[in-house]
């Protein structure tokens, strides 16, 4: 499909490896710094995200952020995640139990706007914020990734088929084409087992 035949609107899973992070008590400026040493990757403050060389970071509540990498094989960035960070915080893999989906395209805020109380406009939530709301009456993480806009919506795994539909839902009147993860990986929106 070329780009002139292409709908307004992307939905796509897309396969992540998650690591929820959590600061020991007065250890939030030391494991900042360790994340730093090891990923090249500044955690960010409250209400933002960022993104690094190897691995990324959302912040969810004080003194914790979800990180994310490429897929790897199981367990293995929280190994490194924990390695890096021994005795400054606790890293607890969230592969299997969170999925990211990614919302893109000119009219993704207002299709998005149908389903989440955020306010979404550019000078309220521009590329870099991140925040934990309800989308389609589901609690979800939201950040966006670009001006275009490209936002990352982070779910319970057992949600996403649920929050894959109401996006493709909200976005009709626009067009939009859904983009299934890609093998090995399991799709959401698949009826069959493991492929």
Known sequence: MS?????????????RSLVQLMAR?????ALAVAIKAAFGL????PGR???????????????????ESEPSAPDAFRAQV??????????????????????AGAPARSALATCCRL????????????????????????RLADAT??????????YARWLIEELLE???????WFEPAPKPYRSAMSDSGPT
């Open 3 to 15: 780009a002139a035949e292409r709908p307004a609107l992307a939905v796509a899973e897309r396969p």
């Open 25 to 29: 008590k007065d250890k939030a400026n």
């Open 42 to 45: 500044d955690l960010p403050p």
């Open 49 to 67: 995200w960022a993104a690094g060389a190897q691995a990324g970071a959302t912040w969810v509540q004080p003194g914790g952020w979800l990180l």
């Open 82 to 103: 924990a390695a890096a960070t021994e005795g400054l915080g606790a890293a607890v893999d969230q592969s299997s139990g969170r999925s990211v989906i990614r919302f």
């Open 119 to 142: 306010d979404l406009h550019p000078r309220a939530f521009g590329p870099g914020s991140a925040a934990i709301t309800r989308i389609a009456h589901v609690a979800c993480g939201i």
């Open 149 to 158: 806009p490209t936002f990352d919506l982070i779910i319970g795994s057992t």
């Open 170 to 176: 909200a976005s009709a009147g626009h067009g939009v």
